[in-house]
C-alpha cells in the first residue's frame, strides 16, 4: 500500500478514535457535574503505527487484503484511580452492548497476568463509524487499567522498544518485580480507598467554593 492508501484506509480509523474518546471523557464530565465519583480518571487513545500493524498482521497470517482483522488499530485506554473502579468500567461498556458498539470479546490480564508482569482488562468491540462512503464497521481495542498498571506497562512497553522485544534477562527479572510492586501499590490503596475518596471529594469541593469567588 502507498502512503495514500493508508491514508485513506486509516480515515475510519482514526474517526473512531476520536468519538470513543469524547464518548468515555462524556461520563466522566457528566458525572463530576452531578457531583458523583467517576470510576473513570483519563483517557486516551491511538491509531497503531502501520510498521506494527504490519508486524501484528504478520504475526497473525493476516494477509494484506484482510488488514482489518487486526483487532487493536483502534486504540482506546481508559485509566482508573483504583482496581474496583475497573469493574465499573467494564459494567459501563457492557451496558453499551448491542447499543453504540458491539463486545466481541474480553481478555482479563488482571485475572491471568502475563508472563512479562503486564495487567490489563482488554474488551474487543465492533464500532459502526459514519463516513462520506457509509457506514464502515470496525475493530477497536478498549484497555482499562489502574494508574499503577499504566505506569509499569508505559515503562515496560519503551524498553521492549528500545531492545526491539528482547529485553536482557535481568532487566526483565527487574519488571517483574516492579510489576508485584504496582499491584502491590493497587492493593494497598484499594483498601484506604474510602479514605482517599473523602479526601478528593473534600478537596474538590473546596476548589469549587474558590473558583467561583
Ligand atoms: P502498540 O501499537 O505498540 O500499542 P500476545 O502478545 O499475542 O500475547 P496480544 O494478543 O498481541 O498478545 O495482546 P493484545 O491483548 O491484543 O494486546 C495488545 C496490546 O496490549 C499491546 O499493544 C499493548 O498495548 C498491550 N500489551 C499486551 N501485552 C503487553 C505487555 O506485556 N506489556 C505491555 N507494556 N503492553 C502489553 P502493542 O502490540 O504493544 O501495540
Sequence with gaps: MDDRSWEEFLIPYEQAVEELKVKFRGIRKELKKKN???????????IKKISSILEKAQKLGIPMDRLEEVEDITGIRIMCQFVQDIDRVVE????????????????????????SGYRSYHIIIKYPVHTSQGEKEILAEIQI??????????IEHSLNY????????????????????????????????????????????????VSRI
Design 92 to 115: 459501563l461498556v457492557r451496558q453499551r452492548n448491542g447499543k453504540d458498539m458491539t463486545i466481541v470479546y474480553e481478555k482479563d490480564y488482571i485475572k491471568n497476568q502475563k508472563p
Design 36 to 46: 458523583e465519583y467517576s470510576p473513570i480518571e483519563f483517557v486516551t487513545g491511538r
Design 162 to 209: 528500545k531492545y526491539e522485544g528482547n529485553i536482557p534477562e535481568d532487566i526483565k527479572e527487574r519488571l517483574r518485580t516492579t510489576a508485584e510492586a504496582a499491584y502491590l501499590l493497587d492493593t494497598e490503596m484499594s483498601e484506604i480507598r474510602d479514605e482517599i475518596r473523602d479526601a478528593q471529594q473534600m478537596f474538590e469541593y473546596k476548589s469549587n467554593i
Design 145 to 154: 487499567r489502574t494508574l499503577a498498571m499504566n505506569f509499569w506497562a508505559t
